[in-house]
């Protein structure tokens, strides 16, 4: 089945210790995405490449960084992970951009990660 | 900057009685998303309205778009254990971003 894929599940990292995130997709979608989601909030979108095209969001912190080397991964680079970077990362793709008729976005099961 | 508000935040409704979220933008939205989350889950898409005063309806929901394309709801009609969740709104800002509302937690009693 065509699918957004997510690893790891859950993630542990110690303060400061550069973590990765990883997304794969099947789906063969143009758009990649990730977001936030702190408990009982919102996601929040961090970045999304439609194809090789990055587009940050203002607020997303210099911290937070991203790489999509073809078209099927995208990751997630936290370079000096805090105790606020705690969350649910989400990986979500979809077939066209965010002003599309069609850009319905399907959702990875998401990366809980953990900062010690 | 932009911001997408739902109401209410919590609602608790008996099975069988009806359940309405109501999605606010404080600017106009090219077209309107609702996603449901499972406790523990992720996102799932349920719809997308981009018509002016557009109607959905997919069994026991029905979808709006408001004529302003600023404000959208989602109505339930005789819930079932299976609609707990939370609901959320979702739309294009201005600057190629994308918001989702506040969500709306819907817990059903049996």
């Known amino acids: 089945d065509a699918m957004v894929i997510q690893n790891p599940r859950y993630q542990v990292t110690q303060f400061g210790k550069p973590v990765t995130l990883s997304c794969s997709q099947t789906?063969?979608?143009?758009?990649m995405y990730w977001y936030q989601q702190k408990s009982s909030q919102a996601p929040k979108l961090l970045f999304h490449?439609?194809?090789?095209?990055?587009?940050n969001e203002a607020d997303t912190p210099d911290n937070f960084q991203s790489r999509r080397p073809n078209t099927s991964f995208c990751f997630l680079d936290i370079r000096s992970p805090g105790l606020g970077d705690a969350a649910m990362y989400l990986c979500a793709t979809s077939r066209e951009g965010l002003l599309s008729s069609y850009n319905e976005q399907f959702f990875g099961p998401g990366t809980r990660l953990t900062v010690l | 900057g932009q911001q997408v508000m739902q109401i209410p935040q919590y609602q608790h409704v008996q099975e069988g009685e009806d359940f309405t979220t109501y999605c606010n933008s404080s600017?106009?939205?090219?077209?309107i998303q609702w996603y449901k989350q499972r406790p523990g889950g992720h996102p799932v898409f349920l719809i997308q309205?981009?018509?002016?005063?557009e109607v959905k309806k997919q069994k026991r929901l029905t979808f709006q778009f408001g004529e302003a394309k600023k404000n959208s709801s989602l109505h339930i009609t005789a819930t079932q254990t299976t609609d707990v969740g939370t609901y959320f709104c979702a739309g294009p800002g201005t600057g190629n971003q994308f918001y989702f509302g506040t969500g709306t937690s819907l817990t059903v009693i049996p």
């Open positions: 309205l981009v018509k002016s005063g």
């Open positions: 490449y439609y194809d090789k095209d990055f587009n």
């Open positions: 600017t106009t939205l090219s077209n």
């Open positions: 789906l063969n979608h143009n758009v």
